[in-house]
């Protein structure tokens, strides 16, 4: 299922889930069940300005030693935060792997509530490009990575589609591609609890805004409240984000359609998805394999449910992510090397001079 030889050249197994979280369901809620021992937060906070007064907060890990290999920005999901223990552990995994990581709070998130008014979307360009410009400026020459969860490879791949020379590579992992089927997978039967989970979390986050809260969108919240996360958007996130309709937004946020038109210009991306996700369907990315879009790789995995990927050796996610990621960076100085060397681009059999 997974791309000729990638696995092989990563070395790296394919995903195998640990017991006991076996199947879909488990796999997506291990992070919640069992908290992993990662010690006390030690990013350095930094602010970045998105308009007049509003700032995005992301908290910034470095490498154990040495030169880092490039600054990985790294998005949490819907209801996530840079505290996030996923998201955390995903920077640990790749800090170890020689990077320096920003995760990144969206509009409204955990502890850069307070630095922004209202909530994020799936398409958040006009907070996260001036982010990634500002990136830009401190990788300081090095390759600038991305990396989101859920819907924050959502919100990064809509960024690259807008501008795709804001990044160097970026890999996803469960990001939905096409929010209209996302939102009918959401609202299965079985899928009622993580529905209930996500909506509060979402209300919650929505009313804590210390710059207020208007009185309808207020009273919308309120009792009985949204009853789906398509009511959420069509109340809250479109019309703020200045959607004419919840249609509107999951039409124009979804970057499936776009991948699909073609022709896209995209750095090397990394797309991987769980047949067995249980919040975002797998068919969008599965349309994507199959049109074999130039520098974008799609993996997808029997297993693994929604960012869980929980294997014998730790988070088979993470390490997969770091892997593809170093690899990039290699590729990437070999082929500036090839470039930049004299005999580059000569003739066979011919012969050049060196300078002077």
Known sequence: MEPPNLLRELDLPTFRPRFPWIGGDLQTLRDTLRRDQLGPDGGTPIEFP?????????????????QPLGLVVLLHGLGGSSAREGLRRMGQTLQGAGFAVLRLNMRGAGPG???????????????????????????????????????GGTKLLNALLLDPGLLDGLVTISSPLDLESCS???????????????????????????????????????????????????????????????????RQASPLAALLQGPVDL?????????????????????????????LQVLLT?????????????????HLTARWLRRQVASASQSKAQSESPAAGAPAGSAQSAPG
């Open 50 to 66: 998105i308009g007049p007064s509003e700032h995005l907060l992301a908290m910034q890990d470095h490498p154990p030693a040495g």
């Open 113 to 151: 509530r307070h630095l922004a008014r209202g909530t994020y979307a799936a398409n958040s360009n006009r907070d996260l490009l001036p982010v990634l410009q500002r990136a830009r400026e401190l990788a300081r020459g090095l390759p600038l990575l991305g990396m989101g969860i859920s819907l």
């Open 184 to 250: 009918r997978q959401i609202e299965l039967p079985r899928n009622r609890l993580y529905q209930h989970w996500l909506l509060k979390r979402l209300v919650e986050q929505t009313l804590a805004d210390p710059f207020g809260v208007r009185p309808e969108e207020r009273s919308s919240l309120l009792e009985p409240g949204p009853r789906t996360i398509r009511e959420f958007d069509a109340v809250i996130t479109a019309p703020r984000w200045g959607y004419a309709s919840v249609d509107d937004y999951y």
């Open 267 to 295: 750095p090397p991306c990394l797309i991987v998805h769980a047949e067995d996700d249980p919040w975002v369907p797998v068919g969008p990315a599965r349309q994507l394999r199959e049109v074999r879009i130039p520098g």
């Open 302 to 318: 029997a297993q693994g449910g929604h960012n869980g990927f929980h294997g014998p050796g730790g988070c088979w996610g993470d």
